[in-house]
């Protein structure tokens, strides 16, 4: 299958060494791929244009921050056209970090950090299941993270 957007090798290359650190200066970038830093400047603002590139991120440690308990809740709706409702709501909820629109048994799946699990235990009672429109909600804990990483970049095929 050919890509929606025409993007070659060079463009892989600068996108996986920028998903593996986005501040690394484009003359860098330049040097690793063999071209100049005009070039690299050039193709990154056409990547961002087409929409590849979505901005960059400073990575925060939760655990660091006092966040020890991450969560994963699995949510059911009373029916699936209260979607919005409930989505606009959960929004409001800080310790909200993601939150999919999903198939299968959940109609939304939400992560979640908080300082500990009775932390956990008042976001679930009182902010996410107090919500109008969520009948029930399945967590899970998180002990670790085993991979948490960018999508790879791989060479056309």
């Not at 959940?106 to 908080?114: L, N, P, S």
């Amino acid at each position: 299958m050919k890509n929606r957007f025409q993007i070659d090798n060079l463009d892989r290359k600068i996108l996986s060494i920028l998903i593996k650190n986005a501040r690394i200066p484009f003359l860098e970038v330049a040097r690793e791929c063999g071209v100049s830093g005009a070039a690299i400047h050039q193709r990154v603002q056409r990547l961002i244009r087409l929409g590849i590139i979505s901005g960059s991120q400073f990575n925060l440690e939760p655990r660091k921050l006092g966040f020890h308990t991450c969560a994963y809740v699995g949510i059911f709706l009373d029916h699936a056209g209260l979607f919005k409702e409930v989505s606009s709501n959960l929004v409001k909820i800080p310790e909200i970090v993601q939150c999919h629109y999903t198939t299968g048994q959940y109609a939304m799946f939400i992560k979640v950090y908080t300082r500990d699990n009775e932390h956990l235990k008042k976001v679930l009672a009182d902010k996410i299941q107090s919500i109008k429109g969520i009948s029930r909600t399945e967590t899970f804990i998180s002990l670790d993270v085993l991979v948490d990483r960018q999508l790879p970049v791989l060479e056309e095929q």
